[in-house]
């Protein structure tokens, strides 16, 4: 009886061992996307009012290449902190992964923010912003496309500044980070 314990305890060990309990970053947007503490907005590409713009070519072949952004932002309130501090640390696990490429880290007024990239330097497939803040929360963009390329995302951005795009469809996110 203790041999079939044995093995069977064995068998549970290397079945459930061998699955990756590790979250994706889709998990765990989907996870937080009804939380209370969380703001979930997807913006497509279309809002940022692009079409108007006079862009160049480079510029186009940037913009077509992107889908859809994912924003996921948690506000730090007197009776969250405890969440706030577990939340950042998944959020920090899930983007030391092995799938993300670091691109930069920035120091800006509002806090702490890292560029991180997943796909290969050719054909990006997916760009993530987060950003941190101790007194306001944090905040995560998921930037979705399809063969994005890493010197295109600086033409993407100039063609951004070009838009008539002044934040409309961000309301709630900007009322959620203010002091």
């Known amino acids: ?55 160049t070519e480079e510029q186009n072949d940037a913009l077509a290449s992107l ?17 706030f501090q577990m939340e950042k640390g998944k959020v920090k696990s899930i983007l030391k992964g092995s799938q993300f490429t670091e691109l930069m880290k920035m120091n800006t007024s509002y806090g702490k923010a890292t560029i991180k990239y997943s796909g290969d330097e050719e054909s990006i497939d997916e760009v993530v912003i987060y950003g941190d803040n101790t007194e306001k929360g944090f905040l995560l963009v998921r930037v979705l496309g399809s063969g994005m390329n890493p010197a295109k995302m600086m033409q993407f951005l100039q063609a951004l500044q070009k838009s008539e795009y002044r934040g409309e469809g961000l309301g709630q996110l900007g009322e959620m980070l203010k002091g």
Do not use: H, W
């Open 67 to 83: 889908r859809k952004l994912n924003v996921l932002a948690f506000k730090i309130t007197d009776s969250n902190q405890a969440e």
């Open 1 to 55: 009886m203790k041999t079939i314990k044995l093995i069977f305890g064995i068998f549970c060990i290397v079945i459930f061992g061998s699955c990756s309990s590790t979250q994706s970053l889709q998990e765990y947007y989907v996870d937080n996307s009804e939380n209370p503490n969380f703001l979930s907005i997807d913006l497509p590409v279309s809002l940022l009012n692009l079409e108007k713009a006079e862009l």
